[in-house]
Each structure stands twice: as structure tokens, then as C-alpha cells.
């Protein structure tokens, strides 16, 4: 066997190791979000952690590397709690969780999902505030996390946000001012609507970003 053959292998080895690794990695990643739902319509039934890839599982869709892209879990009637193990999808670009009966907080981790471009979260029980960390999304062109219980303000740094092409927080219990800048700036009041709390946009002048009694 030549020198050139043996490098060859080498270098193959070390690729189906890497792609080994991070399929484990994105599977008990998976399989943390499965033990922290009920799934009374069984959509998860084929979520076997005895699998290395996880790119066999139902409403998993994986890229040519076989790394996680999409998870398309929407009215799946699931019931439990967002795990920040979501946060190892480093190639997860939709997030689809939306008309479940998803409960708890926001996992701040879903920041890290750098190349995120599509946040589904509406139509659930989510509580808490809407993390900061989300700003760092800089992919990320939809955000809906409408029909929720959200609560607080809307994080200026999500202004950064400059892909984002919608953005909807409506029938939340969100308080504090409206943002009016960067991508905000193109937002209708359509997103903001049924926040009883939220007092209006920064832009008017007349309201504070730091009105008391917002929590």
C-alpha cells in the first residue's frame, strides 16, 4: 500500500469518527428533549437511543454529513419541557415546535443554534422571559413565539437581529416599550398585539424603555 493510499484512509478514518461523534452528540441531545415530553400520539416512537444516527429518526432531517437541520415536531400534541441539550444542534436551521402543549422556560441555550433560521415556538405554554441570548442568532429570518405566556420585556438586543423578517410575541403578557430599531423598525403592530403591559414604541419618545413595574 502506497504512502498516498495510507494517508487516503487516514484522513477517512478520522472523517467517520468526526461524523460518529457528532451523531452521538446530536442524538443524546434529541433523546434528552424525548424523556422530557409526553407523546400520546407516539411521534416519537422511532427516537431509538440504540441508534447512532439519529438522520433514521421521523420528523429528523439531516444534511449531506449527517448532521440534525430540521426538527418538525409542530401539533404533535407533545406536553413537557424545552432541554438546553437542544443547544448541541449546531447545524439545526428550523425549530419547529409550535401547537404543542410545551410548558416551562425559554432554554437560553437555543442561542447557540448559530445557524438557526426558522424559531416556530407559538401556540404553547411557555413561561418566563424571552432569553437575551437569542440575539445571537444572526441567521435566524423568523421568530414566532406567539400565544404563549411569556412575560417581560422584549430584549433591545434582538434589534441586532438583521435577517429577521418576522417577528411575532402577540397574546403573550409581555410589559415595557416596543423596539423601533434595525429590524424592528419595519415590524406592524400586528406582532405586538394582546400584550396588555406593552406600552407602545420607543420611536413616539414618550415612553421610557425602563417604566417601572415591568417584570
Known amino acids: 500500500m502506497t504512502m498516498a ?16 461523534a457528532n ?40 444534511d449531506a454529513d449527517n448532521r440534525v437541520t430540521r426538527l418538525d415536531l409542530g401539533n404533535a400534541k407533545l406536553r413537557g419541557r424545552l432541554v438546553p441539550d437542544l443547544g ?5 436551521q428550523y425549530l419547529e415546535l409550535y401547537m404543542n402543549n ?16 426558522s424559531l416556530d415556538l407559538y401556540h404553547n405554554n411557555l413561561t418566563g422571559s424571552i432569553p437575551a441570548p437569542l440575539s445571537k442568532l444572526s441567521n435566524l429570518k423568523f421568530m414566532r413565539l406567539n400565544s ?17 423578517k418576522i417577528f411575532d410575541v402577540s397574546n403573550n403578557d409581555l410589559c415595557g ?3 423601533t430599531t434595525g429590524a424592528f423598525s419595519k415590524f406592524k403592530e400586528e406582532s405586538f398585539r394582546n400584550n396588555s403591559r406593552l406600552e407602545g414604541p ?9 417604566t417601572g413595574g415591568c417584570k
Open 5 to 20: 493510499s495510507l494517508l487516503l484512509l487516514q484522513v477517512l478514518a478520522v472523517t467517520l469518527l468526526n461524523t460518529l
Open 23 to 62: 451523531a452521538n452528540v446530536e442524538g443524546d441531545a434529541l433523546f434528552a428533549f424525548r424523556r422530557a415530553v409526553r407523546d400520546p400520539k407516539k411521534v416519537l416512537q422511532s427516537w431509538d437511543p440504540t441508534l447512532v444516527d439519529p438522520c433514521t429518526w421521523f420528523h429528523v432531517t439531516c
Open 88 to 92: 448541541k444542534l449546531e447545524r439545526l
Open 102 to 117: 410545551m410548558v416551562g422556560s425559554i432554554p437560553e441555550e437555543i442561542g447557540e443554534l448559530k445557524s438557526l433560521v
Open 148 to 164: 404563549n405566556l411569556l412575560i417581560g420585556r422584549i430584549p433591545r438586543q434582538l434589534t441586532q437581529l438583521q435577517n429577521l
Open 177 to 179: 416599550t416596543i423596539p
Open 202 to 210: 420607543e420611536l413616539m419618545g414618550f415612553v421610557r424603555y425602563d
